[in-house]
């Protein structure tokens, strides 16, 4: 078992940043990568971004590409989401997940790509 806690959430302006964390504990050698989602009210959860523990590889989706970058901490099992330029549109439930495939064509996009998920920490970005 995997558990993840995120924190860092809260309500910023349009412009600022927030930086998200996602500690893993349990079984964590068995991940072997952590991505970050996202749901916002009546839509589905969509992927943000993702990152492999072993060689730090990232994946973004191109509405974040060059606003947010993930990064982990091997010694801390921590893996973080540093968002700046923060839009309206960036409002959302942001959600951890850890998951084992250690290939992914598509870039670890795919929620079924994950076997355990966080609580979802709430990122509000006001106009």
């Known amino acids: 078992q995997v558990q993840l806690v995120e924190s860092g959430g809260g309500l910023v302006q349009a412009g600022d940043s927030l930086r998200l964390s996602c500690a893993a504990s349990?079984?964590?050698?068995?991940?072997?990568?952590m991505g970050w989602f996202r749901q916002a009210p009546g839509k589905a959860r969509e992927f943000v971004s993702a990152i492999t523990w072993g060689t730090g590889s990232t994946y973004y989706v191109d509405s974040v590409k060059g606003r947010f970058t993930i990064s982990r901490d091997t010694a801390k099992n921590t893996v973080y989401l540093q968002m700046n330029s923060l839009k309206p549109d960036d409002t959302a439930v942001y959600f951890c997940?850890?998951?084992?495939?250690?290939?992914?064509?598509?870039?670890?996009?795919?929620?079924?790509?994950?076997?355990?998920w966080g609580q979802g920490t709430q990122v509000t970005v006001s106009s």
């Open positions: 349990g079984r964590t050698f068995r991940t072997y990568a």
């Open positions: 997940a850890a998951g084992s495939p250690p290939y992914s064509p598509s870039g670890f996009s795919r929620i079924s790509e994950y076997d355990y």
